[in-house]
């Protein structure tokens, strides 16, 4: 008997794992081929013009990523219910991308920007909680998510306020650019860690009274706390190593004005007793930090990252009974477990 091509499309029409790996790597090569020929022209043009390329781009994307143009809609669907119509959801998934599209230029031209153009730039509301975190040499654990610029936040805090910083970072598929993206961020002034390395790294960053900063609104199935009202797999990473050392854990946002420059928004410390770290502490912990992030993201929907499976694992069947709860099952304000279900499959 022939043995399968898993090379080949499979019956439903779908390519398999590793063809698709193969593809997306092809694909972030190519990416960086392009970024590395783009960047003498973006850094020498002007703002408005590369604004203007930035909208560009995501439109353009827009038009041809409609597997995840489908997926931003499914979850608009899902967080919103039928409070935005389809043609609203349309509309501001187009909106997304085009945030994006302009987050792509901006990373590319950051190493033109100067540090007296970063603080003209940039402003920001609530320093004061990332001092008071830090007062007595302590160490600052901060959380974010894929809203607003997350990059230029990395650049604002390490270049300008010179903060001693650590990120977390996943490394795409593609080798090459895994370097590019490490290059450039740790050309910005920050050190890099590749998510899943040890804590202990972490730990030890910590503890020397640095700054740690995570992304932290990824899919995972760790535990599962509410996100706009639907049980949804969160990391468990921060608040654990947040209780485990001790320290502050700051929720902080770089976000878009309507005139291009940017708010870093740094919000209250959450609430961390040191050496507490039981399942419900760490689930608690963790559903205040869902709930400071959704809350930014009704603030700013178009400038999140809606193009993400954030919902995935809470309709996996292996994890259906551990995510949702009779009482989560039954009284869902968006109609139930089955609605939601058909919301997210985009149905």
């Given amino acids: 008997m022939a043995t399968p ?6 019956g439903d029409g779908k390519f398999s794992l590793r063809s698709r790996n193969r593809v997306r790597e092809l694909w972030q090569r190519t990416t960086v081929l392009l970024m590395v020929a783009a960047a003498f022209p973006l850094r020498i043009c002007s703002p408005s013009l590369s604004g203007r390329i930035g909208i560009g781009l ?3 994307a827009y038009r041809i990523a409609r597997r995840h143009r489908r997926r931003a ?22 909106r997304v991308f085009q945030h994006f599209g302009r987050c792509v230029v901006e990373f590319v031209r950051g190493p033109a920007l100067t540090e ?4 003209r730039m940039v402003t920001c509301e609530g320093w004061e909680h990332i001092e008071s975190a830090r007062a007595g040499g302590k160490g600052v ?6 809203i607003g610029n997350w990059e230029i936040l990395g650049r604002w805090l390490a270049g300008v306020r010179r903060l001693p910083l650590t990120v977390v970072a996943k490394d795409p598929k593609s080798p090459a650019l895994a370097r590019y993206l490490r290059a450039m961020r740790e050309g910005a002034g920050f050190a890099v860690l590749s998510k899943g390395e040890s804590a202990r790294s972490l730990l030890r960053v910590l503890r020397r009274g640095e700054a740690v900063c995570l992304l932290a609104d990824q899919n995972s199935a760790d535990l599962f706390t509410p996100f706009f009202g639907i049980p949804t797999g969160t990391v468990a990473g921060p608040a654990t190593l947040a209780l485990h050392a001790g320290v502050a854990l ?5 976000v878009r004005k309507p005139d291009g420059s940017f708010l870093v928004r740094c919000l209250p410390a959450l609430p961390v007793s040191a050496g507490s770290e039981s399942g419900d502490r760490v689930l608690q912990l963790t559903a205040a930090m869902n709930l400071s992030l959704e809350r930014m993201i009704r603030e700013y929907p178009d400038q999140w990252l ?3 499976n954030r919902w995935k694992s809470a309709f996996e069947e292996r994890n259906t009974d551990r995510a949702w709860s009779t009482d989560a099952k039954d009284a869902l304000a968006n109609g139930g477990f089955e609605e939601a279900r058909r919301r997210w499959q985009g149905r």
């Fill in 5 to 10: 091509d898993k090379t080949c499309p499979s």
């Fill in 58 to 60: 995501g439109k353009l």
């Fill in 73 to 94: 809609c499914a979850n608009l669907h899902l967080a919103y219910g039928e409070a935005m119509s389809r043609q609203e959801r349309e509309n501001l998934t187009c």
């Fill in 116 to 119: 007296a153009e970063f603080s």
């Fill in 141 to 146: 654990l901060m959380f974010t998510g894929h």
């Fill in 250 to 254: 700051v929720p902080i946002f770089c």
């Fill in 306 to 308: 809606w193009l993400h």
